[in-house]
């Protein structure tokens, strides 16, 4: 599989990454054997980066990650993320969240210095390995943090990004990064520090473009890489404007339904299925290193290989934008073969 290298670093990325998210839990329960089976199946089909994190399940996602591993060696780049840390739960039970399996710990955000130190050793407990290849700073932005985010962003710059450029200045960690689904505060942060790469959930794909605006520029000036997660925006984009069809999390509304069939119309027309030009869509643009989406058994990674695979026609991206159904600027992948 092609690989693409993170920023200015010699780190180097297959242009489909393993997002672990389902396998912790994400809305539905996975089995732990086919958790592991879908990790080791990705592994061996040639897909040869994983990213994880403490959120994901409340620490299953690294527990599962770590033990589909166990005794197999680290052929692979491995990224995680930090700012939360994870405490027992007084009551047992695991908070009530969007995963269904979560492990009984509860979060507690620390962006500062010894909290991501933390941060990063936790992990490690969890995953069973030594280190990993890529930090990802984790969620600074409204969502989660409401009208504190600016202190948190003050917090991680005076605190926890020093630790993780000392842990790179060390060769503990070859990449640090920011893990966000908001593009302006990426910018922010591509402005404040040195990064080498910044994690984008679903916020450049074939229903949204705005990171061309200001994130994509700053970072192709700065050398950051971009590693466009959550590529069928939490399902859409992979099943197609059906009921029930998710988008960020929520059933989508019906500008996104009608936007998503308008697409659909279009594949259909050059035989190209849906997920195979969600998946292939944000690689068209220089900036972006890998595609991470989340699989839970080894059907999805066939799948998803085989849509990486898939040859797309120029004129299936030229229609697209004479729908105005991407922007005219939006550099999209050549015929040959993304992967």
Not at 36 to 44: E, G, K, L, P, S
Not at 58 to 87: C, N, Q, Y
Not at 149 to 155: K, L, S, W
Not at 208 to 217: A, S
């Amino acid at each position: 599989m092609e690989r693409r290298r993170i920023g200015r670093t010699g780190l180097e990325v297959t242009v489909l990454g393993f997002g672990c998210g389902p396998i912790g839990g994400l809305f539905d329960k996975v089995p732990d054997e086919q958790a592991h089976q879908a990790v080791r199946a990705a592994r061996d089909s040639g897909i040869g980066y994983f990213d994880v994190a403490p959120f994901y399940g409340i620490g299953l996602a690294e527990h599962r990650l770590g033990e589909a591993f166990r005794g197999r060696g680290k052929d692979f780049v491995l990224s995680t993320k930090v700012g939360r840390l994870l405490k027992p739960a007084r009551s047992g039970h695991a908070p009530e969240s969007m995963f269904r399996e979560a492990l009984p710990f509860e979060i507690v955000y620390d962006y500062g210095y010894d909290g991501i130190m933390r941060s990063v050793d936790d992990s490690c407990q969890r995953l069973g390995m030594a280190g990993a290849d890529i930090l990802y700073i984790h969620d600074v932005n409204r969502k989660w943090h409401g009208d504190a985010v600016e202190e948190r962003f003050r917090e991680v710059m005076e605190g926890g990004y020093k630790a993780l450029d000392k842990l790179r200045a060390q060769g503990a960690v070859k990449a640090i990064g920011v893990g966000v689904n908001d593009p302006d505060i990426l910018a922010r942060f591509a402005e404040a520090g040195d990064f080498d790469c910044f994690m984008l959930a679903g916020r450049y794909t074939l229903l949204e473009q705005t990171p061309l605006d200001r994130l994509f520029p700053a970072c192709a000036a700065r050398g950051i890489s971009i590693v466009a997660a959550g590529p069928f925006n939490s399902g859409i984009l992979a099943t197609g404007a059906k009921p029930g069809a998710k988008y960020f999390y929520a059933d989508a509304d019906p500008e996104i339904l009608e936007r998503t069939r308008r697409i659909e119309s279009i594949c259909a027309l050059h035989g190209v299925p849906l997920a195979a030009a969600a998946l292939q869509f944000a690689l068209g643009h220089p900036v972006v290193a890998s595609v991470a989406t989340g699989m839970v058994s080894p059907g999805e990674v066939e799948t998803n290989l085989r849509h990486m695979a898939r040859a797309i026609p120029d004129d299936f991206w030229l229609e697209l934008k004479q729908e105005c159904l991407l922007r005219q600027e939006t550099p999209v992948p050549p015929m040959a073969k993304a992967a």
